[in-house]
Antibody
């Protein structure tokens, strides 16, 4: 069955850095577009980074304006893993971070049918 | 970015009753709307996509409708396990955006 497991969340000081990982299993990871979605306490989710599957004209990446220039999404298809490198962290980056899979194989639908359980990132001094 | 506005913010409904949740987009998103259910401590679960298509394994009591800027999620006969927060999301244009959610409580 499809599984997505995030790790790497922690308490970090403002201005600090952190790298989140998402381990995928149960499906051909390299054939799917993936998204990082975060949810601040008591708020709705926010899509922050999206990466296409690797053979899609080379990976295409989108970022939300709130993280552009500070966060970097990448994938290692050989390890069935998705990553989010976060730097210059701010208080407002405090959230549960989810990785999510696109519903369609070899396509970009932007519909997320499987989500991980989430990893908590707390930014506080 | 496209703003998604949900109403009401919360409602309390008796088991067996019908529930209708609303979602409005600030620009037309065609039928590129999904609905999610989220229970405490869990990730959101996809219920509906393309405004009206049920995701795999979703009970028939959940239905979606709408196009353009106005959308709705209906639960035909509320069950106790339907107590949750429901979010709409547009995926017509990046950045993908979610509404603020509607909390459904069981009386």
């Amino acid at each position: 069955q499809v599984q997505l497991v995030e790790s790497g969340g922690a308490l970090v000081k403002p201005g600090g850095s952190l790298r989140l990982s998402c381990a995928a299993s149960g499906f051909p990871f390299s054939d799917y577009c993936m998204t990082w979605i975060r949810q601040a306490p008591g708020k709705g989710p926010e899509c922050i980074a999206y990466i296409t599957y690797s053979s899609y004209s080379g990976s295409t990446i989108f970022y939300a304006d709130s993280v552009k220039g500070r966060f970097t999404v990448s994938r290692d298809d050989a390890k069935n893993s998705l990553f989010l490198q976060m730097s210059s962290l701010r208080d407002e980056d405090t959230a549960v971070y989810y990785c999510a899979r696109d519903r369609l194989r070899y396509s970009s639908s932007w519909i997320h049918d499987y989500w991980g359980q989430g990893s908590l990132v707390t930014v506080s001094s | 970015e496209i703003v998604m506005t949900q109403s009401p913010a919360a409602l309390s409904v008796s088991p067996g009753e019908r529930v209708a949740l609303s979602c409005s987009a600030s620009l037309s998103v065609s039928t590129s709307v999904a609905w999610f259910q989220q229970k405490p401590g869990q990730a959101p679960r996809l219920l509906i996509y393309a405004a009206s298509t049920r995701a795999t394994g979703i009970p028939a009591r959940f239905s979606g409708s709408g196009s353009g800027t106005d959308f709705a999620l209906a639960i035909s006969s509320l069950q106790s396990e339907d107590s949750a927060v429901y979010y709409c999301q547009q995926y017509n244009k990046w950045p993908l955006t979610f509404g603020g959610g509607t909390k459904v409580e069981i009386k």
